[in-house]
């Protein structure tokens, strides 16, 4: 399985059959597994081998199919599947930091992710600085020999900026700090995340793995060490497991994944470069097109620009006329969909965020993140220039 390359993998890796030897995984929906003996209970709880279960809190046969998959295709030696891609963020940080610990963070983080570190880990007593992600000076200004850990999302959410994975790993790396990448964005088709320096992938599987707008949840992804030794611990004691039917959901998502991803990501080049060329807009933000900030990393470290773009209609009021002239984009707030879905970050996922903060992210008023989908991009193009037009 070594030298299968990713196709392969997302097809193929982790399978394990039951007697029946099905084809399809099965979905193992129990809580919990017997034991033949009281000593075999015991034995178990001791030490679990590889195939052997306790209680689907702890893990469960759909749901190690999808973990043993999905680091196949990362290339990490293990995972662990959460609930959620906020229970994975929350559990990789919180499993492995304790009071007095210093992390340090971009700061263009999903605001879920910001209220981790912003408001509960704080409140623990870990310390945490945040920097300006893009700019590798603030990283080695911030990161101290201290450090514990750095963290970010390594295309940020919602305004697309790309962090240089393997400069701000060299600097961790110097002081033996963790790095911590939420990978969402990059999608795990793209993603070289582990070769260009991170020690631990997160994903959200709502977004690009599920692609189909069904499931929560998300993974951890790294070291066995860390898997098993930190992270393990600390998710089957506070409950942050995925259930056995979402695992499911995700197993069958991976082995379309590659071709949905490449097709959105090609769409949204389509898109972004005509709506660019267009002129209407105040400003179209794509990793993928030449004169992003960060266009030369995203090639380097990505090989494309992805599945999403955000476009600046200029006004608060621009931006609704926009949104509510779509006739295919639907207005909501998942990404990686199949389904094309445009998002008003300053009033939704954002909203939270004060005014300074917004403004310091560049969240501006008029911004639309726009997921790309599977549709016809001839389709989405005339629907996204007829409701340009109205606004
Ligand atoms: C969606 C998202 C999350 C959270 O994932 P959920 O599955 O919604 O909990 C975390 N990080 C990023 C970058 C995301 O886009």
Redesign the pocket.
Known sequence: MKTWNKRTKAVHAGTRRSQYNEVSEAIYLTQGFVYDTAEDAEARFIKAGDDEFIYARYGNPTVAMFEDRIAALEGTEDGFATA????A?NGALASMLRAGDHVVSARAL?G??LYILEEVLTRYGVEVTFVDGTDLAAWKAAIRPDTKAVFF?SIS?PTLEVIDIKSVSDLAHAVDATVIV?N??ATPVFSDALVQGADVVVY????HIDGQGRA???VILGSKEFIRGTVEPYLKHTGGAMSPFNAWIMLKGLETMELRVRAQTDTALKLATALQADGALQQVIYPGLPDHPQHALTVAQIGAGGTVLAIDAGSQAAAFKLLNALEIVTISNN?GDAKSIATHPATTTHQRLSEEVKAMLGITPGLIRLSVGLEDPGDLLADLRAAVAAM
Do not use: R
């Open positions: 959620s891609g906020m229970a963020v999903f879920s992710c999302e959410n939420d969402v964005f959200s599987a709502t977004k929560l949840g998300g990404l």
